[in-house]
């Protein structure tokens, strides 16, 4: 091997070899010196680029360009313990361009974390810790789930906003037992990325201080140099957003990145933007600053290059002892948490009341009796008989559940009142009560479902958010973030059909319904009336593995008989709502406001001799999980004549409505006009469902 410096001479290109630099110049009485700053940045640039290679997919560029600062921010500022990642009062951090993703998978293994070198050996491959992009649940340290540029972003406002919420409920002075920052690492794609304009324009406003953000600023994406496609004064717009913005710090530089991390935290008005000038892929010589790096492995040859460039001597996956000594994290935090702790006693010592409370928030538990408080909401609901849109039922149900949930955190995006989301005792979030109940989301519908995501990360809060179903298309991608990190999320969609009317068909959802029942993870109820819409909801506060999306009307829907067998019923997601002895000839399935249609054609054919059962089915995936018994008994496999009817696209019914069955529905875009006259227009009364039926005779 030749020696440092002959490689510093040989180098073509701007030299990534220096010196120990005096921050971390090894203590007197050590036998290793630790290794530079760049070594140690260098450490991650190998394990990078090696992983990547190894894989012979994945992306070098971004982890490479942003070692330095991931460096930095990872020794000299975060607060974490990698022997307990779910400390509560530890940072968060977010890498939000999750492309970069062995940048994080490097962190976490040299910080010690439990993720071995074996692990970063079988970067993406089936069933590794590593996989493509950072999985919540999976990676021990990774706060959130990201890919879809953006996004991560999003959840680590939602994250800065339950820190200061938290901290503003709890804190007592000198006990600052909610006390920690967000940071989030993030790149040009995210900041494209629409989302991120949502989501910091709320964060400026709520002057979430703790909310630090370094910006891999390197003028590349996929498509080359980003200045053809992106070219807005980052400065300004968000200075404009009210944030604090350290620009054109150099992002190799680690005692220029340490600055400005600290005058980031020095200011606590406002989130920060540090933008980190960076080159992508920052040490290899020949693809370094080109976005050929970006998404492929540098090649074997390259690796070699920059190993020489960087002076990088060691094997692949082989990292020295003295780097390991230098990164590890795990005696300091360790004490960290220790000190919490012991501050956390203090404080329970001192206010048991506001301890008791906080441990019960952090827990997002159900108060004391709330079987016995929801369903007596539940038969109140069926005995008040009202006929109310199930927006309103759902505005009821909140009115009950809510003040026995403290966790719970509403807000809309800027549909508070039509989409029933507040409560009388919601109080609204803003700069100077952060810690309120009620979100003002404004017209941004995907930052509010990602920032609910953030919420339900960060723990302590039960987030939901409203709108119009027909814009849960806006928010889609946070609502399938949420299924797939499996979050206790209520994202609730109203103006569920063609009920809407004269708003026309741009308003009129049609195959929403449909396209939320298929995501993986996701629970869907559409419910008929006041009694079904208070079993959703405790179904969705109940839900601790997933999230719900509640679907209701605008319009008033008239309120459905049930004895109470039939209301404990509704829970199994589909129930007999109306029966005709035991041997039904044919089965009407309806959802929502068509169960009144449903319900309506089964009695008039009842009453000339036909045996006609209406099944409600208010969520499809609920009645799906029942045993196949349950299931067989609400709709016999021998009942063949089936009529499924649901304003909205038909064809994924018919894996209920079999062969010979049909279904009424929507299959094409909707129109204006009144409600009544539209639901008429295209077929939804009792007599078309009532003669559909008689045809399968
Ligand atoms: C929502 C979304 N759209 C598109 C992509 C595909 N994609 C992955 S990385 C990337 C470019 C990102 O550019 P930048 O953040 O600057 O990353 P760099 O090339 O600097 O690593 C794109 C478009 C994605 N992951 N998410
Ligand atoms: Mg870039």
Redesign the pocket.
Known sequence: MPSRSELAACCLVDTMIDEPDPITASPLGQETPLPSRRELANAIRALSMDAVQRAESG?P??PM?MADFGMVLWNDFLRHNPTNPKWFNRDRLILS????SMLLYSLLHLSGYDLTIEDLRNFRQLGSRTPGHPEYGLTPGVETTT?????GLANGVGMALAERALATRFNRPRFPIVDHYTYVI?????L??GVSYEACSLAGLWGLGKLICLY?D?G???DGK?RGWFSEDMVQRFQSCGWQVIPNVDGHDPTAIHEAIAQARAYSQSPTLICCKTT?ARGSPNKGGS?KS??APLGAAEVAATRENIGWQHEPFVIPPEHYRAFDARAKGAAWEAEWNTLFARYRAEYPGPAAEFQRRLACGFPPDWEELAWNFIQAMQERHEDLATRAASQRALETYGPYFPSLVGGSADLTESTGIPWVGCRPVDFENPDGNLIYYGAREFAMNAIMNGLALHGGYVPFGGTFLMFSDYCR?AIRMSSLMKLRCVFILTHDSIGVGGDGPTHQPIEHVAGLRIVPELSVWRTCDTTETAVAWKAALERLNGPTCLIFTRQKLPHQDRTPEQVRAIARGGYVLLDCGDNPEAIIIATGSEVQLAVAAARQLNEQGRRVRVVSMPSVDVFDAQDADYRESVLPAAVTRRVVVEAAVTAPWYKYAGPQGVVIGIDHFGVSGPPEIIFQHFGFTAERVAATVLGLF
């Open positions: 992306h560029g971004a360009g361009n999750g492309h970069g890919g879809p540029l953006g996004q993030l790149g040009d794609g995210c494209m990325e891999d390197n590349i994406s996929i980003v992508i976005e970006h998404g991608s």
